[in-house]
């Protein structure tokens, strides 16, 4: 596995391996890898000739300096973990390698979907994240880039970017990795005590919750499910989420997934997403299920 933390060096490697028709899968995360990010790392590397994994923790996508200054850092495990299943190149470049002297993000004008939930929750996120992307995808070049269904949201605006752009690059979406519990995988895991991550767990049971209720509705009714039900669903697992008291709710939506606007009412046969973000303790976590 060869290790990159200059961007001309690794741009030297991967034009090389472009010359020669090799395909390039890149996967782009922020380090203290789990096998949610492993999932996406074996699936480029079925697909593609030569995988690059990025580990660089993006400051203008965080909002907020804490946890900036407390997302988990782990170099040494995460080599071990990406030469264990194959990884190819692994590119680990500093604050100056990708912004130079200027630490800014861009401004994209992708419509709502860069201003509600977490666009509205964390300020600035999504302009960081893009403007890290696109800067990322520029030196890699990939055919092909793997992301998360856990981020439901990025995934849509990175969507929205690729399109808007004409990019070539194919998007890979693969299905959110979660531990038998059915909490989702993810770095920030780290930070729950025993009781915050048994806490953790009623995240997905309320999604999956809020799911059965809209499907048993539609399994008896061949009429849409207006406002009010859709309202009713969801303030009831909300309020069953409320009672643990180590969880706060931050919002519990559903989205209409064709183009990122709340749903009013479901219809059958048309999907949608609930997504969610909740506090467990003072740890942000971030989930989604299908309807
Ligand atoms: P991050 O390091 O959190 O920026 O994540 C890097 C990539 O891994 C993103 O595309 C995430 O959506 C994806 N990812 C994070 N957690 C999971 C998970 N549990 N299952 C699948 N993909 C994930």
């Known amino acids: 596995m060869k290790i990159f933390n200059n961007t001309n060096q690794l741009k030297k490697t991967i034009s090389k391996y472009l010359s020669s028709d090799k395909t390039i899968g890149f996967v782009p995360t922020m380090g203290a890898l789990h096998d949610g990010h492993l999932k996406l790392i074996t699936t480029s590397l079925k697909e593609t000739n030569i995988t690059i994994c990025s580990i660089y923790i993006n400051p203008t996508q965080f909002n907020n300096l804490n946890d900036l200054n407390n997302y988990p850092k782990n170099h040494s495990e995460d080599l071990n973990k990406l030469k264990n299943v194959g990884c190819n190149i692994v590119f680990i470049p500093n604050n100056k390698e990708m912004y130079g002297n200027k630490l800014e993000s861009n401004n994209y004008n992708l419509g709502n979907c860069l201003t509600v939930l977490e666009g509205q929750k964390r300020p600035g996120h999504f302009n960081g994240m893009l403007t890290i992307v696109e800067k990322l995808f520029s030196i890699v ?21 690729l399109i808007s752009t004409s990019s070539p690059i194919i998007l890979r979406e693969i299905e959110t990795v979660r531990d038998p519990s059915g909490l989702a995988l993810s770095s920030r895991n780290q930070h729950l005590t025993k009781n915050e991550l048994i806490s953790a767990t009623k995240i997905f049971t309320a999604l999956s919750d809020f799911k ?23 303030n009831q697992v909300k309020s069953n989420l409320s009672n643990d008291t180590l969880i706060k709710i931050d919002y519990f939506e559903v989205i209409d997934i064709e183009n990122f606007s709340f749903a009013k009412n479901l219809k059958h046969n048309k999907q949608y997403r609930a997504l969610i973000a909740a506090y467990v303790g003072e740890t942000r976590l971030i989930d989604n299920i299908l309807i």
């Open 141 to 161: 070049s990939p055919n092909k880039a793997y992301f998360g269904i856990k981020d439901f949201q990025q995934l849509w605006i990175i969507k929205q970017l």
């Open 212 to 234: 059965m209720h809209v499907h048993m509705f539609f399994s008896k009714s061949t009429k849409n499910l207006n406002n009010n039900n859709l309202k009713k669903y969801i």
